[in-house]
């Protein structure tokens, strides 16, 4: 298909670039990029001059009428636009409006909407008694009746990312931590883009249980789960931590095969009918309960752990496939039959047999600079990692999952000992010091 291709936004130079240009090479499609401003020229070194198209704007932001300046630029240079790609919620929105002009298979923006506020999402999930978990509207007379009642509360802000301001609600917090997290917010050049509005808070039942996701596709009216990842994860002050994965998850086949229902039914709930989502979600003493729905993939390296699993695509790959269904010569529907396979909810063997994929996550402290970084060697070295740190960088004072390293390493699932040797040694994989 020559001169047609795909329109990925990206952040910072990065957001799974490489990856979507290699799979739309591979499906005779160009690659078209905008980003936002990167730090330094290494973050695209080996992109910039291979895809079709790569263009900077100044700033963090990306505005519609931007893209569709882009799109149009694309078009008087004799280029197509197919369809367009963005991994991350910020600019999530205004890639569903370009497909829904395009006629590119996506859920709709009004349903990315609801999905990104906590507030709306719940409600609805509530109304189609998908949820049993109470939520308001914070304000200082629900905060102060919150924090006094027996039961347990959690705050987090209607609309953010990276975990940030959120926590439970007990007796050692006060209303300033809200006024603390909304001048963070305020200042904070990648989470005001999604507070445009104003910074706002919701209150409601503290989730009980352990805590999983799952990476979901969705086409033709129903939702598929492609993998599951078990987590550990930690409070630090105001904020969530997710310090370990696991993939394959304890769940059992009973257990995939009823969370598969529920799943698919809350996306049909939200009218997800097309996408790619990142779930969070818990099994508790009483059923399985949704802490949130996010209209991209999962971060950190989950892409990578579906790819090595499955040993066949990865969730970004199934994606592009899934936006590309109305392009009938790519014939995607056939791709995504083929790859349906290895799905978690139709994968069917010997867990003996299986490799299982295990991730750690490093954060640096907030409000320090870095003063050195170290790799160790370890005698069970990660299959894949990164770090996104370096000597002299100041690590912002605010109370944000700031993660800044990254590794995954393969095991044999029967191999309880060889797993229990890697999270011992994982913890000491990096070193970050800091100056004071």
């Known amino acids: 298909m020559k001169n047609c291709g795909v329109l990925a936004l990206v952040h910072q130079g990065k957001s799974w670039c490489k990856e979507i240009h290699r799979k739309l090479k591979q499906l005779g499609l160009e690659t078209y990029i905008i980003t936002t401003q990167y730090e330094n020229d290494a973050d695209v070194v080996d992109i910039k001059d291979t895809v079709e198209w790569f263009e900077t704007v100044d700033g963090s932001t990306l505005s519609r009428e ?6 149009a630029q694309l078009e008087s240079d004799g280029k197509k636009v197919v369809a367009c790609i963005a991994p991350i919620e910020a600019q999530r929105l205004i890639s569903a409006e370009v497909n829904m002009w395009l006629g590119a298979k996506d859920c709709s923006p009004a349903s990315i909407m609801i999905a990104l506020d906590k507030y709306l999402c719940r409600k609805a999930l509530i109304d189609a008694g998908c949820s049993k978990v109470r939520i308001e509207e914070l304000t200082e007379s629900s905060y102060d009746i919150a924090k ?18 959120t926590f439970k609600l007990d007796s050692s917090r006060s209303i300033s931590d ?6 963070e917010m305020q200042e904070d050049p990648y989470v005001k883009l999604l507070t445009k509005d104003g910074v706002e808070f919701v209150i409601e039942d503290e989730i ?25 994860i930690s409070q630090s002050e105001l904020t969530v931590l997710e310090d370990r994965f696991y993939n394959p998850s304890d769940l059992n086949t009973t257990e995939i095969t009823d969370l598969a229902i529920f799943l698919k039914r809350c996306l049909q709930t939200l009218s997800f009918h097309y996408g790619c989502f990142h779930v969070e979600f818990k099994k508790t003493a009483k059923g399985w309960e949704i802490i949130e729905v996010n209209p991209r993939p999962g971060g950190v390296l ?12 990865s969730l970004i790959e199934l994606w592009l496939y899934v936006l590309l269904l109305h392009v009938t010569e790519l014939n995607t529907i056939n791709l995504l039959a083929k790859a349906s396979a290895t799905f978690v909810e139709n994968r069917i063997v010997s867990r003996e047999s299986e490799i299982g994929m295990f991730q750690k996550t490093y954060f640096a402290e907030r409000g320090k600079t870095v003063s050195s970084v170290k790799k160790n060697r370890l005698s069970v070295e990660p ?17 944000k999952e700031h993660l800044v390293c990254c ?10 000992e060889r797993l229990e040797e890697i999270k011992a040694q994982s913890d000491n994989l990096f070193e970050i010091c800091y100056n004071d």
């Open 66 to 71: 931007k893209v569709f300046d882009v799109i």
């Open 148 to 165: 006094n009642q027996s039961e347990s509360k959690f705050i987090k802000p209607r609309r953010a990312a990276y975990s940030f301001g």
């Open 178 to 183: 809200i006024e603390i997290l909304t001048r």
């Open 208 to 232: 009980v249980g352990v805590e999983y996701s799952a990476e979901m596709i969705a086409y033709n009216g129903e939702g598929y789960i492609v993998a599951i990842h078990q987590k550990e």
């Open 302 to 313: 989950i892409n990578d752990s579906i790819r090595i699993r499955s040993g066949r695509e």
């Open 383 to 399: 299959d894949i990692y990164f770090c996104n740190v370096k000597k002299g960088d100041t690590i912002p004072n605010t109370h």
């Open 407 to 416: 590794a995954l390493w393969k095991y044999p699932v029967n191999d309880r």
